[in-house]
């Protein structure tokens, strides 16, 4: 018998790559999952996120805002992170839990990885992730859903992917951009017209900044450029070369682009009639 | 069959016996502090059965024996980091729990009647934030632990090896010195080959100089290469 002075035999047992597995057999309270009451009313919100592929990658986005019904909790959340090296997660829906289901999937993939001595497909990461909305759902039926889109370049297929879920789980490619939150109607509608295919990683970034803008524009819950505290919307692209943030001066210089363009068409750049 | 009175120390010696020569027939494996880390050689032809592995941010894996053995300790140390990464925080996971952690486990079923030893060697590095504050454990199969200073030779003929590394190690080499002169030990072992091919030795290093949280690499055939190259 293998003792259990140092590493317990749980640790020693054979059992599959996936960490939130083992998790839920040796430390199942640490999951992220709901205790009991309806929290809804408690729980910061996060608003918009907005991806958009480009020749060479994906680009995501996200603004700053995290609200709680008419208030604002946060003004410099961060609601995209890297989930690898090679994929982002965009978070919109009740911020703690979505925040903690980030932290669960990337040592998710983490863990495979390392295991595994290889890293999952990015449709294996796609699927996980649906996995965990899945389990989500008891709190999402107490309106503390999760709805995150997933993003990244598929070393496989060499090109950027976007993936959208709902709050069951359901997973759905998207072809070339799409938006998650509260703004995402807006945001969706400002894309349709500043997409088009063959984009530069800059162009699209510069697109996908134009329509959070136009979301903040009409939606109360997403934050717009936060100019005297110089809070601007995080943007990260996925590329062949892995993951990447454009900084914090490079987005203050499109910032400045975009609202120079706004001051004199206060609705964003025009697009043509035919 | 009559049960016959063995002492302690003949058990513990027979066992100890029993380890050693299966560690002794595998070949060895170098880890070896540089300027920007710690970096990990071993001689081992096979591509996806390895010998070093990442654990962790800035914990890296060396073993030698049995495979089976040691591919579940690499797993252990994973699963063990991971949950102390994820429960607490990703700073609060060190090198030396998990050396710790292995030495308690080694030494209890070292110990332990009923079971045959692990035959396995380990070495657990960790890269810190400066050369002061790296860490390399060398782990033997009865799980005491050694606080290796410079370098750590795991495997069966470290006498020759160490004899070498111990003569040409300098503080601040380049990676390019410190795969050489791993190389050059691999090579001084008794039976081994005058030139190892480099599809034969499996690098790694623990890189602080890296701008991603995870400083763990792989150096791959080409870039080995070039690092054996400039010699």
Known sequence: MVSDAGLPPQFLRAGSSSFTE??????PELLPKDRDADLSHLAPHGTTIVAATFDGGVVMAGDRRATMGNLIAQRDIQKVYPSDEYSLVGIAGAAGIAVEMVRLFRVELEHYE???GAPLSLDGK???LAGMIRQNLPMAMQGLAVVPLFAGWDTAAQHGRIISYDATGGRYEESSFHSVGSGSVFARGALKKLYRPGMTAEQAAMAVVQALYDAADDDSATGGPDLT????PIVMIAGPDGVDQFDEAEIAAMMDDVIAGRMNRPDGPEAGLR | MSM?????????????DFARKGIARGRSVVVIRYQEGICLVAENRSQSLHKVSEIYDRIGFA???RYNEF???RIAGIRHADLRGYSYDRQDVSGRGLANAYAQL???IFSAGGEKPYEVELVVAEVGLSTDSDEIYRLTYDGSVVDEDRFAVIGGQTEAISAVLAADFTEGASLTEAVQLAVKGLRAAPGGADEIAVGALEVAVLDRSRAQARKFRRIGADELRQLLDTA
Not at chain 1, 22 to 27: K, T
Not at chain 2, 4 to 16: G, L, S, W
């Open chain 1, 22 to 27: 083992f998790l839920a057999s040796v430390r």
């Open chain 1, 229 to 232: 505290r110089k809070i601007f």
């Open chain 2, 106 to 108: 080694l030494g209890t």
């Open chain 1, 126 to 128: 796609a699927n996980r």
């Open chain 2, 4 to 16: 016959m009175y063995v002492a302690p120390e003949q058990q513990m010696k027979d066992r100890a």
């Open chain 2, 63 to 65: 073993a030698v024996g």
């Open chain 1, 114 to 116: 390392k295991v595994e």
């Open chain 2, 71 to 73: 591919e579940n300790l």
